[in-house]
């Protein structure tokens, strides 16, 4: 794989993480440097850390992970795309109000946005690439794209407030929909 075919697959891995990343900052109602870092650093964390497990167990357990993370992806950002519907469209509500910077919040978005890169990991092992190149690029790239996602979504937050946080979950709807069927349908 080349460096560019890498890049573009850091994009496409990191769609959902700008995504969620987006959402986040739109919550909060004038985002600090430290908390765009916090919020792209967890979302590049989680993505350099699920393809190396999936590269490093793939061997062992890919029959088993196949037949059920395509399941496990899709229910998990359908539970987040759902509760940020829920949130967006909740009556009487301050959306700035709603602390969108918990640590588990976080950490389960970003889990739950990098479910895929574990399968990419786990497909690395039969590639001619330097993994450390492939998950640095990754990293890189998520980070970016989740800053950017933070600042733009308080942009964006601030004219459209709870449709920022609908649009992202029915994204995260689409994205586990998008994966479930890839997964049935070859």
């Known amino acids: ?31 600090t440097l430290g908390q765009a870092f916090l ?26 992970v196949e037949r ?19 949130d967006g469209l909740r009556p009487g509500g301050d959306i700035y109000a709603r602390n969108a910077l918990t640590i588990s919040a976080l950490i389960l978005s970003a889990v739950a946005t ?3 890169s574990l ?19 990754i990293g890189t790239v998520t980070f970016v794209v989740s800053f950017g996602g933070v600042y733009l979504g308080r942009m964006v937050g601030r ?12 994204v995260l709807i689409g994205i586990g929909i998008r994966i479930l069927i890839d997964h049935l349908y070859p």
């Open 68 to 86: 059920w993370d395509h399941w496990v992806a899709f229910a998990i950002l359908a539970c987040i795309g759902a509760k940020l519907i829920y």
């Open 119 to 137: 399968v990419v990991g786990f497909g690395f092992g039969f590639l001619n690439i330097s993994i450390l190149m492939a998950l640095a690029t």
């Open 159 to 170: 004219h459209l407030g709870e449709y920022v946080e609908v649009g992202a979950g029915l």
């Open 1 to 31: 794989m080349t460096l560019v075919g890498i890049i573009l697959l850091a994009i496409a891995l990191a769609a959902d993480s700008f995504a969620a990343s987006m959402a986040k900052g739109a919550r909060i109602f004038r985002p």
């Open 39 to 64: 919020i792209a650093g967890i979302f590049a964390a989680a993505q350099i850390v699920m393809p190396f497990l999936g590269w490093r167990i793939g061997a062992t357990l890919r029959p088993v």
């Open 114 to 116: 990098s479910i895929d």
